[in-house]
């Protein structure tokens, strides 16, 4: 089976799960969490192509500026700790969840832009979806966004080789102008100490109503 069969195998199997719930729950809160690069917004991306009933949420359009990004680290005492607990704009994706289970219309926001790391991509989310479902880093720990979810699913591999695929990606994406996670200014050699950090403390796995093996 190559790559993208497996991704479109896994999607189907979520997404018979989530037709299941959706029977109980009218207004179906989903969350999707798993080690970065592991495949999750490609189960999403998956996910709407296979049910016009999903509105699609990705927590990456709910953070922090980059300005405020560089000054919280600045003074940090541990990097990795402002990933986990403080680089998400949490309130903004609860309004955004609370205006959908209380089933208005819309739901209008400003996301983050990657290119001029600023919030100033407005958003318009359709809430007359049946099913929200939210992919994201962080989103079954306890101190944040936990309570949230009506389900949980969580995708499992093994990291040492989501870490390699991952590298190998953005070699390719990037070229000559590839920066290095051994860098001192890398953001994501901290991420990555809070993800594993966050995986063997708070064991989303545990917390998971579905479990999807990705290798």
């Not at 189907?12 to 989530?18: Q, S």
């Not at 999403?44 to 980059?66: A, T």
């Not at 205006?99 to 958003?123: H, M, Q, V, Y």
Request: no cysteine.
């Amino acid at each position: 089976m190559t790559p993208k069969e497996l991704a479109k195998n896994i999607a189907r199997k979520a997404d018979e799960k989530i037709i299941g719930w959706a029977k109980e729950n009218p207004k179906l809160v989903v969350a999707v969490d798993g080690y970065t690069g592991v495949g999750k917004s490609t189960l999403l991306k998956n996910l709407i192509e296979l049910n016009p009933d999903i509105l699609e949420v990705s927590r990456d359009d709910f953070v922090v500026s980059r300005e405020e990004t560089k000054k919280a680290l600045v003074n940090a005492e541990d990097k990795s700790k402002f990933w986990e607990l403080e680089s998400g704009k949490n309130s903004d994706l609860e309004k955004l969840i609370q205006a959908f289970k209380e089933g208005k219309g819309s739901f209008t926001a400003k996301t983050f832009n990657p290119k001029s790391g600023e919030l100033d991509i407005t958003k318009t989310f359709d809430l007359t979806k049946k099913i929200l479902v939210i992919e994201g880093v962080f989103l079954f720990h306890p101190e944040l966004l936990n309570h949230l979810w009506d389900k949980r699913i969580y995708l499992e591999g093994n990291l040492d080789e989501i870490d390699r695929r991952r590298i190998a990606r953005e070699k390719e994406k990037w070229g000559a102008d590839y920066f290095p996670e051994t860098h001192p200014d890398s953001y994501i050699k901290h991420i990555i100490v809070a993800l594993k950090r966050y995986i063997a403390t708070h064991k989303p796995a545990e917390k998971a109503d579905y479990i999807l093996m990705v290798d």
